[in-house]
C-alpha cells in the first residue's frame, strides 16, 4: 500500500486476501472498488468454507432427529449461539434469537407487544423512535400503535446530523412505554448516544429496543453496557451469510414476550383444545430455523474477533476519517451527517451538484466502483434535508486509502461527464 493512515488493521492486504471477490476483475478490466458495505459486508473465505463443510458432512434438521447427523448439526447450530452471545456479551446464551434478519426481530418485538401482557402497548401509551431510523424500525411501530390506539413520536435532527435531543425530558414522559433507536445510522453514519437514552427511558419504565445492524460489524458491542433492553442485529452486514439475524433481550422480558410465529419447535405440549409454549430462546424460533446459516454467522463472528473489534474500529475511524478529507477536495459535493470521525460510522451520504444520484453510481460503476443510491430504505431523514435521495459510500475493515482514491477520481470525472462546473 503506497498510503499509510493510523488506524488501519495490521496487514490489511493479508486481510483482503481472505475475502475472494475482493479479487475480482469487472468489465471492461476493472478491479472490484467495494464501498458499498452499510448494504451489505462481503464474506471471508472461511464463512463461505464452514457453510460448504456443513451442507457437505453436516446437513440435517436440528433438534428433531437422533441419527448422527442430527447431532452433529444441532450441536453447530447451538455453537453458533454461543459463538454470538460471547460476540455481544450477551449474559446468557439464551437471551440470543436466532430470526431470518434484523427486520423480522423488530417486528417480533413490535407485534408480541400488541398482544396482552406485562409489556403490552395500548392506548394512552406512547412508542418513541428517531427521524434517522432505517424503515424497519419505523413501520413496525406504525403499525402497532394503528392497532392499538397508542401514539408515535420522535426526536428530530440536527442540521449537522445528529439527534435533537433538546427534548428529551417532553418526548420521555411517563407515557413512554418503549424507546426504539438506532445505534449507528445507515444514511447519516451517526453514532448515537444510547446509553444516554437508555437510563433516560428507564427513569419512567420504558423498555429500550437498539437497532445495531450498523453498530454491531464496526465497533465493540457490549449489549448490558449498552443499556439495552432489546438489541438486534442482522448477520450480512457482520461478514457473514443473508438470512440469519439476531434478537437479544434481557431473559427477564424476553419470558414476558408471546410466540410470534406459531409451529413446531415453539412449543411443549399441543392438544387440539390449547397449546403450551416453549422456553427461550426456543419459544421465538418456530420451524425449520436458518441452519447452515446460523453455521456461517457463528464463524463470521469468530472472523471478527480473530482480528479484534477495536482494531476495527479504529480501521473504520481511519479510513472513514480519510475518505471524508477526499470527498471535502471534490467541489460541489455536500455530505449529510456528521464529518467529524469520532462520532460516525462508515456510510457517509452526499450530493453532488446537478448530477443525479443514480447517475454518479452508474458512472462510478462504469469504473468499477460500486456505491449505492436511493434512500437506502431512510425516507424520512431525507425529507428532513430536503433531498429524495442520494449517493452513499461506505467503507469497511477491508476498505484501502487507494479504494478511496479510486472513488474520488471517479467524481472528478463523473464532474466533467456532466459537465459539471
Known amino acids: 500500500m503506497s498510503v499509510q493512515l493510523p488506524g488501519l488493521l495490521e496487514d490489511l492486504e493479508l486481510v483482503r486476501k481472505d475475502f475472494p471477490i475482493l479479487g475480482r476483475t469487472l468489465a471492461d478490466g476493472h478491479p472490484l472498488v467495494y464501498l458499498d458495505s452499510a448494504n451489505t459486508s462481503q464474506k471471508p473465505q472461511v464463512v463461505i468454507d464452514t457453510m460448504v463443510d456443513h451442507l457437505e458432512r453436516h446437513n440435517a434438521n436440528v433438534s428433531r432427529a437422533v441419527h448422527q447427523l442430527g447431532g452433529e448439526s444441532t450441536e453447530a447450530f447451538e455453537a453458533a449461539r454461543d459463538k454470538v452471545a460471547a460476540f455481544i456479551h450477551a449474559p446468557s446464551r439464551d437471551e440470543v434469537v436466532f430470526t431470518k434478519n434484523a427486520t423480522e426481530a423488530l417486528n417480533l418485538l413490535a407485534n408480541t407487544m400488541a398482544w396482552p401482557g406485562e409489556l403490552q402497548v395500548g392506548p394512552g401509551d406512547e412508542v418513541l423512535i428517531t427521524e434517522m431510523e432505517h424503515h424497519s424500525n419505523i413501520v413496525p411501530w406504525q403499525l402497532l400503535t394503528e392497532r392499538t390506539g397508542a401514539t408515535l413520536r420522535w426526536f428530530g435532527l440536527t442540521d449537522d446530523g445528529r439527534l435533537d435531543l433538546s427534548n428529551i425530558d417532553e418526548l420521555v414522559n411517563e407515557r413512554t412505554k418503549v424507546v426504539s433507536?438506532?445505534?449507528?445510522?445507515?444514511?447519516?453514519?451517526?453514532?448515537?448516544?444510547?446509553?444516554?437514552?437508555?437510563?433516560?427511558?428507564?427513569?419512567?419504565?420504558?423498555?429500550?429496543?437498539?437497532?445495531?445492524?450498523?453498530?454491531?460489524?464496526?465497533?465493540?458491542?457490549?449489549?448490558?453496557?449498552?443499556?439495552?433492553?432489546?438489541?438486534?442485529?442482522?448477520?450480512?452486514?457482520?461478514?457473514?451469510?443473508?438470512?440469519?439475524?439476531?434478537?437479544?433481550?434481557?431473559r427477564d422480558l424476553l419470558g414476558k414476550l408471546p410466540p410470534f410465529h406459531g409451529g413446531g419447535e415453539m412449543i411443549r405440549t399441543v392438544t387440539m383444545e390449547r397449546s403450551t409454549y416453549a422456553d427461550i430462546p426456543a419459544r421465538f424460533e418456530a420451524g425449520t430455523p436458518p441452519i447452515v446459516e446460523a453455521v456461517g454467522l457463528g464463524a463470521a463472528v469468530d472472523y471478527l474477533g480473530h482480528l479484534g473489534m477495536a482494531d476495527v474500529r479504529a480501521h473504520e475511524e481511519a479510513i472513514t476519517g480519510y475518505l471524508l478529507e477526499g470527498l471535502a477536495t471534490v467541489g460541489g459535493l455536500s455530505i449529510m451527517g456528521p464529518t467529524t470521525v469520532s462520532d460516525r460510522g462508515g456510510a457517509v451520504a452526499f450530493e453532488l451538484d446537478e448530477v443525479h444520484p443514480h447517475d454518479v453510481a452508474q458512472l462510478l460503476d462504469s469504473r468499477g466502483i460500486a456505491v449505492r443510491a436511493g434512500h437506502h430504505c431512510a425516507k424520512p431523514a431525507h425529507r428532513r434535508f430536503g433531498v429524495q435521495s442520494s449517493v452513499r459510500v461506505s467503507t469497511y475493515l477491508y476498505t484501502t486509502p487507494e479504494e478511496i482514491d479510486a472513488l474520488v477520481e471517479g467524481l472528478e470525472y463523473t464532474k466533467k461527464y456532466f459537465r459539471v462546473d
Open 181 to 250: 433507536l438506532v445505534w449507528v445510522s445507515n444514511m447519516l453514519g451517526t453514532v448515537n448516544p444510547v446509553r444516554e437514552i437508555a437510563d433516560r427511558a428507564h427513569q419512567v419504565g420504558a423498555s429500550v429496543i437498539v437497532d445495531a445492524s450498523q453498530a454491531v460489524p464496526q465497533m465493540p458491542v457490549d449489549v448490558v453496557a449498552s443499556g439495552a433492553d432489546f438489541l438486534v442485529f442482522t448477520g450480512h452486514k457482520v461478514v457473514g451469510p443473508t438470512g440469519i439475524g439476531v434478537l437479544w433481550g434481557r
